[in-house]
Nanobody, 122 residues
């Protein structure tokens, strides 16, 4: 079992930045792949970013590439999503996910965080 607790998020103006954190507990965090997803009102949950166990491989959805950065600190059992140059269309509830069971961009992860709201508005 892995428990994921998220923090960060909030309201930011367009062009601003936010950092989301996701702390894992339970199983050995350093041996699990991690991802970030988001869900806007009335839409399906969509893939945002993925990071491998070592952290050497990172993958992003096209709409956030170059603006968002996923990283992990295995010593702190934490994965981060640094979000820069935020746009109104980035507004959504963001979820961290652990242990990818299928393709990295699908929702087939074993464990999910509680979600945190990110609102980009002037």
């Amino acid at each position: 079992q892995v428990q994921l607790v998220q923090s960060g998020g909030g309201l930011v103006h367009p062009g601003g930045s936010l950092r989301l954190s996701c702390v894992g507990s339970g199983r050995t965090f350093s041996g699990i792949t991690m991802g970030w997803f988001r869900q806007a009102p009335g839409k399906e949950r969509e893939f945002v970013a993925y990071i491998s166990i070592s952290g050497r491989t990172t993958l992003y959805t096209e709409s956030v590439r170059g603006r968002f950065t996923i990283s992990r600190d295995n010593a702190k059992n934490t994965v981060y999503l640094q979000m820069d140059s935020l746009k109104p269309e980035d507004t959504a509830v963001y979820y961290c996910a652990a242990e990818c069971l299928g393709t990295y961009y699908s929702t087939s992860y074993s464990y999910w965080g509680q979600g945190t709201q990110v609102t980009v508005s002037s």
